[in-house]
């Protein structure tokens, strides 16, 4: 019986980025569902927090939706590097369509917490950006840079 012909499979460097690429687009799906994003102060005492969660708690047909979207959206990425981790090969449009999708959702929440602080600051009150952003913004972003240094490590055999 003549063994097995070698198989291309990606190195320990590489599947420990992207480990960490999917370690952190989990972290910001957790931090975008659960974390507060946004909380804000009127003048009579009244603090609104808003949240994906009690979004979706309190009225359905509002932000909850657009934030559970995205939150699900950055499940792709989680799913192309888990599998990119175990040496399941990905064709590169694929891994360009999810740090696509990955800078989408970081550009949606920061423009869309740039739109509240506005209109809060010129209703008035008092605003305060919530951890979620910050986790969900810092994870995209390392998700971001693990993403890029997992595709440059895949095209390692293959650079001149």
């Known amino acids: 019986m003549a063994p097995m012909p070698h ?15 999917f370690l952190s687009s989990l972290t910001a799906t957790a931090f975008l569902l659960v974390g507060n994003m946004f909380s804000s102060t009127d003048g009579d005492g009244n603090v609104a927090v808003i949240s994906v969660v009690e979004l979706l708690a309190q009225d359905s ?7 559970l ?3 699900l959206v950055l499940l792709f ?4 590097a888990l599998m990119s981790a175990v040496g399941m090969w990905q064709r590169r449009e694929r891994f360009q369509m999810a740090g696509l999708s990955a ?37 995209i972003i390392a998700l ?3 993403w890029r240094a997992g595709m440059w490590l895949l095209e390692d055999p293959y650079r001149d």
């Open 103 to 139: 800078t989408a959702v970081l550009m949606i929440l920061f423009i869309s917490i740039w739109r509240w602080s506005r209109e809060e600051a010129s209703a008035g009150n008092n605003w305060e950006i919530g951890v979620g952003t910050y986790g969900a913004g810092i994870s």
């Open 7 to 21: 198989v291309d499979a990606p190195s320990l460097t590489t599947r420990l980025v992207f480990i960490g690429a």
């Open 144 to 146: 971001l840079l693990l």
């Open 69 to 71: 979207i995205l939150a």
């Open 77 to 80: 990425p989680a799913y192309l």
């Open 61 to 67: 047909l509002r932000g909850g939706w657009v934030g």
